[in-house]
């Protein structure tokens, strides 16, 4: 019930602590990173083990070979001859390329079929091959200002080429003008990183488009080549990201990059290179229990059904104990534990109406400071178990004390400016917070890093936040229902410091717009809730359900149980008391007395108040005769036979609220003359039966009336009792 009643504090508290997380997360990253740069240039090895995932240190980068292989696709130039003509006419180079010479004015043409059987040669639609292929330089098509030293060019630009086989053909078109009927040519092809160059002498035959004859024909296999660092170290319990980077011949494909023949518990992810990329990274992960050692792995390239491998050496060292590793977890985990705990400083001000960081009766500068510190102890401590442990391979062990510590510590400190918030049960929330948050973060971190540790940070304030919100609710006995408006209401838990209700924002607890500085003080003391009217000076336990306004505040008490019920002002007039005893059974009355109703009627007082009624103010006599009545002298044989009563002893008259009227002369006891009765009080006023010890007033009007023979008699009702 008491969760239900506090569901807006723990959703607030939940909310404000992972942003107070997330902005120390934030602040603390450059940080990290300049830390982590740092310790790189000083040899130093280690990484934080809170919320950020520990990594091992940079590997090698890549060997000049690699970088001077992967460049030497680069062809060797062609011959001098070739290499002036070709530059002249701006022709182009690549994977493939077959260039024609002549020495006349002839119209000679070169032809290729590519693997995919098409012919590139001079026709407008023939140009361009699907596969790349093109031809960019014509020299003497159609005679049009031939010149004597033509060249024509195909190539197939660097990495386009696709496998499979080439066949080259020259043809003698036409004659030319002033052209030889045969003329001597040099072809000069490159594949496969190679040149290959051919001449002779072509004759123009009787046919129109003149003789096409074959020159070379090659093959070009698929290959690929992988390349990646000699040797790279992955420390225990961390991930490491391992350059790699493929070369590609006479394909464009995808290439899977994997890693074999790894050691127990390391892992690595196949790695897919898209058609337009050459180069990635295979992320290595080693478990806390992987064993130190060298192992060589293998690192395999495969595409277009052909491989490629390659036999680095995958290193783990022992750990190694880092000091700098240390002071930098503490710094950074300081950072966090700092926005986290503003964050709900934020919250529970937010909560009560106040300014977001206004200090209550703990400083701000001190919340500060008692932030920074906790986070620096469970950042250092966690770090410094993290390195034991990584010793005998349960290192997340240590990274699971760091965070239940951060948490902890962060929820003790929080009970100093929530109001009576007991310091015990806030830590062991915070514990439990911390926990939450750390197996949050495996489970996001098996996803991505950058989701585990932007998660990771969101969901240990978010933690601690929620735990230590449901644990206030949860555990407490007492407290204040205050009602700002219809929706707004807040609760404050009751304790021995007390809670100020009042418009001073800086001195109060809780703030109340238009009240005094301080209007009311709750607190509770030996197991009772306790109120001080400040402005009036005092002081008075209160119940369940108590309901005060300070300002336009209202401040109703808890206690667990049920409102006190709320009981209307008693009418004016006498109390009602219980029903009398009930006596013998009343006698017979007088015909007279027939219109009595019977029935029970209540018990007057014994002190009643009294009316306007004529009563005989005077002493009762002394005796009286056995007839209790005048209205009981017939011949009623109960009337004649009924005992005499003792008098009980006469009770003084309390005075009257008004001038009482002039006493009426006594009733004589020898004959009381025969008079009308007095009217009789509307409602039933049954008989009832005298009684010895009877009070001396009456049990049905509640009036005194004097002593006679031991009974007494009424003249309001006009009966004896």
Known sequence: ??????????????????VGCLAGWLVGEPYLFVA????????????????????????????????????????????????????????????????????????????????????????????????????????NAGCQDPIAEPVENIYWAKGTAPSGTYSVYLNFYQQCPRGPTESDYKINVLHGGERQEFKGTIRKDRTDTGPKRL?????????????????????????????????????????????????????????????NQSEGELVFKATDATIPGETRIKIVAAGEGVSYSVDPTLVVPRSQFSLWAVISTGVWTALLALGLCLALLAG?????????????????????????AAGFVS?????????????????????????????????????????????????????????????????????????????????????IGLMVAVVEAAFRRAWLEVRFSEREIITVNLGPEPVKVGGDARASTVWARGAAAIALRYWIRDGKVYCEDVPAKREAAVTNGDTRTAGGVTVVVRTGGSPAPVRDRPPPGPAPQPPPIPGPPPAAPAPRATAALPGPV????????????????????????ATPSILDLDDSPVATARPAVPAPA???????????????????????????????????????????GTPDSCPTCGRKAPDQSGERYCMVCDRTF
């Open 650 to 692: 006469p009770k003084p008259v309390p005075p009257a609220r008004s001038a009482p009227p002039p006493p009426k002369p006594p009733v004589p006891t020898a004959a009381k003359p025969v008079a009308p009765p007095a009217p009789k009080p509307p409602g039933p006023a049954p008989a009832t039966a005298p009684k010895p």
């Open 602 to 625: 209540p018990a007057r007082p014994a002190e009643p108040e009294y009316d306007d009624l004529p009563m005989p103010m005077g002493p009762p006599a002394l005796t009286r005769p």
């Open 1 to 18: 019930m008491n969760l239900l009643v506090a569901w807006k504090k723990v959703l607030l508290f939940g909310a404000f602590g992972a």
């Open 215 to 275: 020159i070379y024909k090659f093959q070009l296999e698929p290959k690929i080549e992988v390349f990646a660092p000699d040797t790279f170290q992955l420390a225990p319990g961390t991930s490491l990201r391992v350059p790699v980077a493929v070369r590609r011949e006479f394909f464009q494909g995808k290439v899977e990059v994997r890693a074999e023949r790894l050691p127990a518990s390391v892992t690595a992810e196949p790695l897919v290179l898209q058609p």
């Open 379 to 463: 950042g250092s401590v966690g770090q410094v178990l993290y390195f034991v442990f990584l010793a005998i391979g349960i290192a997340k062990l240590g990274f699971l004390v760091g965070w239940v510590l951060l948490g902890g510590l962060l929820g003790r400190g929080v009970s100093a400016f929530i109001p009576n918030l007991d310091g015990t049960k806030a830590a062991l929330a915070g514990l439990g917070g911390g926990l939450l948050g750390a197996v949050a973060f495996w489970a996001l971190s098996a996803a991505a890093e950058w989701i585990g540790r932007f998660g990771g940070a969101a969901l240990l304030g978010f933690c």
């Open 36 to 139: 982590g740069e740092v310790a790189a240039r000083a040899g130093a090895k280690g990484a934080p083990s809170l919320i950020s995932r520990p990594t091992s240190a940079d590997p090698p980068p890549l060997t000049r070979d690699f970088l001077d292989r992967l460049k030497a696709v680069n062809p060797p130039p062609p011959p001098r001859d070739f290499l002036d003509r070709l530059k002249a006419a701006g022709a182009k180079s690549g994977d493939v390329q077959i260039s024609l010479i002549w020495y006349d004015t002839n119209d000679l043409d070169l032809h290729c079929v590519d693997p995919d059987g098409f012919e590139i040669f001079w026709k407008p639609d023939h140009r361009r091959s699907r596969s790349g292929g093109e031809l960019d330089v014509d020299r």
């Open 348 to 372: 529970q001000n937010r909560y009560l109406g106040k300014a977001p960081f206004a200090s209550g009766r703990v400083p701000l500068a001190l919340v500060v400071l008692g932030a920074l």
